[in-house]
């Protein structure tokens, strides 16, 4: 126990654990908001909503951490390169990958792939709910059950067509959500196949951080 | 090795504290914003309106410099850990060139490690899978090849080459006192 640790003291072994706890917390958040809202939640329920604004707030201070964070955690990092991506992939392949101090470059487009899919299904998601928030929409809904339907009345004023274009946002608010649920599950193999290949437990410092 | 983690350690759940404190406050900013701008969009501006879109302006600001002060804070800790172990690599490196110059061999090297780390005979012979003479047998030449009586002399070989010479002041802090 204490030999093996002997070896790591040294100045020259340092295993890369980039993540910082804004990094950390924002994926585990979101990873629970997409299983919760593409999985368990009733659509357009109120808990849906919920979770779609909280991970709206979770997006957003990512991507501002994206540009303040610390280094690993900051876009230049990790730029979209598609063709370091494919070759990536193709070292991965041959079970030598090389090691990143943040994300290699696949994880990199998947991270912008995810993102993306996130940010199409809250646009879509608030365009459906007319960007009201969940409170609003929970007073609301108390109301009409009350019998007032006068809250309804008002909404729907000067849209041409809401029958066609409701449904054309909605089609794209489920494409993208399911969409995101396929990359997260690739997501995942990925990183099972890269902890195999290099021989390290990736998920530990996404969970636990730095091990000092 | 745990006095050393503890500092650390008490920085990281700091930093744990400050992103979970941001976050909520990026929550409850989200609600602030879109309420003001649903305000200011929808009906005539007036002074509460603007108190609203002020106070989610600087909630909102909050959350930057909560953002800022936490990645200096994330900075400043992984510059002390690099620190540390460069200092670390540095002490190995001073002790492994000592052993050299002892011309210790292997077995020995690493017995005399776990004896500089305040392991005692009975937990390396225990950690090294050999018997306790054997290990008594090897740390009696250590401290013949090294020309000390013992353990403590020993270790006091490697402090006083991270003291420097940083004996004589505190020699003369006493004489002042005591004249």
Known sequence: MFAGRQTGTGAA?????????????????????????????????????WIGWIAMAVLV???????????????????????????????????????????????????????????????????????????????ERAAVEQGDWSVLAGGDEGDESPEDSGEIVKEIHETAANLMLILALVHVAGVAAESYALRRNLVRPMIKGPPR | MTKTRKPTRQGRSQTIALAIFMMLQSVAALFFVADA????????????????????????????????QLRLTLERMAAQGRALDIARGDFV??????FDVWGLTAAEREVGMLALKGIDLAEIARLRGSAQGTVRAQMTRIYAKAGVSGRAQFAAWFVEELLGDGISPPEAGEKQQST
């Open chain 1, 13 to 49: 072994i340092a295993p890369p654990d980039p993540w910082d706890p804004v990094v950390r917390l924002s994926h585990w958040l979101i990873a629970a908001a997409v299983i919760i809202n593409g999985l368990i939640s009733e659509p357009g329920g109120t808990l849906h909503i």
């Open chain 2, 93 to 98: 490196r001073i002790i492994e060139t000592q």
């Open chain 2, 37 to 68: 701008i649903r305000d200011l969009s929808n009906a005539p501006v007036n002074a509460e309106s603007i108190i609203e879109a002020l106070t989610a302006f600087v909630l909102v600001l909050g959350i930057f410099m909560a953002g800022w």
């Open chain 1, 61 to 139: 201070i990512r991507l501002v951490w994206g540009g303040i964070g610390p280094r690993e955690a900051r876009f230049t990092a990790f730029l979209p390169d598609p063709r370091a991506a494919v070759s990536h992939l193709f070292s991965l392949l041959r079970g030598k990958p090389k090691e990143y101090p943040s994300h290699n470059p696949a994880g990199a487009i998947m991270v912008y792939a995810l993102w993306a899919c996130l940010a199409a299904v809250i646009a879509t998601g608030l365009i459906m709910t007319d960007a009201k928030t969940p409170i609003t929409i929970a007073k």
